[in-house]
């Protein structure tokens, strides 16, 4: 069973940065993307960041909000995708969630998982 383990956050002033990461642990899968989600309280979840390996090469795609502030990359060897968040705002505020889809070689079916979440704070 493959799940996801999420890290980083917290607190931080207004323009100052924070990484994210996102780990994938389990025997026998592959991960053909993960997304990174925020959410706000009266809002939608709404999608920050996200990256696609199909074929090998990384495709990556960011909400309007956020690119130029926000790089979303992975680490094949330890089967982690990092988001780093720079020159944070009060509108970065959330819990983030990072998603993932791939396939379990075990089962040979497709699989999509939550990581459990974990809360950035921009303070002014």
């Known amino acids: 069973q493959v799940q996801l383990v999420q890290s980083g956050g917290g607190l931080v002033q207004t323009g100052g940065s924070l990484r994210l990461s996102c780990a994938a642990s389990?025997?026998?899968?592959?991960?053909?993307?993960v997304a990174w989600y925020r959410q706000t309280p009266g809002k939608q979840r709404e999608l920050v960041a996200n990256?696609?390996?199909?074929?090998?090469?990384?495709?990556?795609n960011y909400a309007e909000s956020v690119r130029g502030r926000f790089t979303i990359w992975r680490d094949n060897a330890t089967n982690t995708v990092y988001l780093q968040m720079n020159n944070l705002i009060s509108e970065d505020i959330g819990a983030y969630y990072c998603?993932?889809?791939?396939?379990?070689?075990?089962?040979?079916?497709?699989?999509?998982?939550w990581g459990q979440g974990t809360l950035v704070t921009v303070s002014s």
């Open positions: 990256i696609t390996s199909v074929t090998g090469d990384d495709s990556t």
């Open positions: 998603n993932a889809g791939g396939v379990d070689h075990s089962s040979r079916r497709w699989f999509e998982i």
């Open positions: 389990g025997s026998a899968f592959s991960i053909q993307f």
